[in-house]
């Protein structure tokens, strides 16, 4: 079963940066693309960005373009969420999800979320 | 980009009843539409996909039908674990998803 298990909680402040971590199988990883999804405390969810782990082609929602990075290491089935400068405002849930051909790319399989808490 | 809105924005019904939750998009996204259910404290889970495939061991109860711009999910026969929030996602552009603001289905 293909499972995606997030990197722990974080407690940042303001301005600085951070990374956090998805990792996947190692023999299924580069068959699904990955993104990440936001969600912030009480409010619904909001795509941010999805990655090719094959070759690590990305694409990102407008709203968030600016302000983070995702990335892949394929040897190691892990893909990553980076901010350079953490504001207030990125405190929320992170969820990746996996997506492929079997579900015509919907979001079929979830991490449990790193929740990150931005505050001075 | 493309707008999703969802309507109602809070369902409330009892168990045993039936549940209509509607999904508009903004432009049309063909049959590229899912679903998804969020109960309190967990993760979002897949319910349909291509407007209206079921996925892996989702109950039959629930049921998805639309395409364009208008989509509708159905539960027949609300059970307690129904209970949650539900989204709507297009996945039309392979650039770019959005989702809904969602449907809190709450016990009446």
């Known amino acids: 079963e293909v499972q995606l298990v997030q990197s722990g909680a974080e407690v940042k402040k303001p301005g600085e940066s951070l990374r956090i971590s998805c990792q996947g199988s190692?023999?299924?990883?580069?068959?699904?693309?990955i993104s990440w999804v936001r969600q912030m405390s009480g409010k619904g969810l909001e795509w941010m960005g999805r990655?090719?782990?094959?070759?690590?082609?990305?694409t990102y929602s407008p709203s968030f373009q600016a302000h983070v990075t995702v990335s892949v290491d394929k040897s190691n089935s892990t893909a990553f969420l980076q901010w350079t400068s953490l504001e207030a405002s990125d405190t929320a849930m992170y969820y990746c999800?996996?997506?492929?051909?079997?579900?015509?790319?919907?979001?079929?399989?979830w991490g449990q979320g790193t929740l990150v808490t931005v505050s001075s | 980009e493309v707008v999703m809105t969802q309507s109602p924005a809070t369902l409330s019904v009892s168990p045993g009843e039936r549940a209509t939750l509607s999904c508009r998009a903004s432009?049309?996204?063909?049959?590229?539409l899912a679903w998804y259910q969020q109960r309190v404290g967990q993760a979002p889970r897949l319910l349909i996909y291509?407007?209206?495939t079921r996925a892996t061991g989702i109950p039959a109860r629930f049921s998805g039908s639309g395409s364009g711009t208008e989509f509708t999910l159905f539960i027949s026969s609300l059970q307690s674990e129904d209970f949650g929030v539900y989204y709507c996602?297009?996945?039309?552009?392979?650039?770019?998803?959005?989702f809904g603001q969602g449907t809190k289905v709450e016990i009446k």
């Open positions: 999800v996996a997506d492929s051909a079997m579900t015509q790319y919907a979001f079929d399989i």
């Open positions: 996602q297009q996945y039309n552009k392979w650039f770019s998803r959005t």
């Open positions: 432009e049309s996204v063909s049959s590229n």
């Open positions: 291509g407007a209206s």
């Open positions: 990655i090719n782990p094959s070759d690590s082609y990305t």
């Open positions: 190692r023999d299924t990883f580069t068959t699904f693309w």
